[in-house]
């Protein structure tokens, strides 16, 4: 029997990033909504690995100036930087924050916390809203793990990029040839 691509299938199909956004973001109460339906990810004894940092305002300032000690830049490498993070009015940096456990190890914890980014970028896009997710080099740096003051066990993952969808929309994507990623073990 064949079925057609259920609601959450399509939208994954459908989500695109978007690299341009606009000054709108959603506030506090629908963003707290968004993360509840997000952290339903399946997480193995309910340890919730993760935890989000909302940046607006100045504190995206902030990341752009860690991100510039973290190449070693000054001058204009700074406030190159500082307009990097300031390309969306929300920045959502998401951690991984690993919990003791002994049925669970740290890598499985951290898959949690990436399928958490990830759900949150699905139901963000389906919210409306545009979304990026950003990473790089810089982010597991000293000066950004002190400029988001996690903890000393706590890793970044990256950042989601929020804003208003802009009226250039992104590009569709190539669908995946999915015979090439999936492979069969016979007994």
Same mark, same amino acid.
């Given at each position: 029997m064949s079925r057609e691509p259920r609601p959450a299938a399509a939208a994954m199909l459908r989500r695109r990033s978007q690299s341009s956004v606009t000054e709108e973001a959603p506030g506090r109460k629908e963003l707290l909504r968004l993360i509840e339906a997000a952290g339903s990810v399946a997480d193995h004894s309910a340890l919730h690995p993760w935890r989000i940092i909302e940046l607006r305002g100045k504190a995206r300032r902030r990341l752009g =100036?860690? $991100? /510039?000690? /973290? =190449? #070693? #830049?000054a001058g204009n490498a700074v406030e190159k930087q500082v307009r990097k993070a300031r390309r969306a009015p929300l920045v959502l940096a998401i951690v991984f924050s690993p919990k003791p456990s002994r049925k669970v190890p740290d890598w499985e914890q951290e898959a949690v916390a990436s399928g958490v980014a990830h759900a949150l970028s699905l139901v963000l896009d389906e919210a409306g809203w545009g979304v990026f997710w950003r990473t790089g $080099?810089?982010? *597991?740096? *000293?000066?950004v793990h002190r400029a988001h003051r996690l903890e000393p066990q706590e890793e970044l993952l990256g950042w989601l990029y929020v804003g208003g969808r802009g009226e250039r929309q992104a590009r569709a994507r190539k669908p995946i040839r999915a015979a090439r990623f999936l492979s069969r073990l016979t007994g």
């Open positions: =100036e860690a $991100l /510039a000690e /973290a =190449e #070693g #830049g $080099l810089q982010t *597991r740096s *000293r000066p």
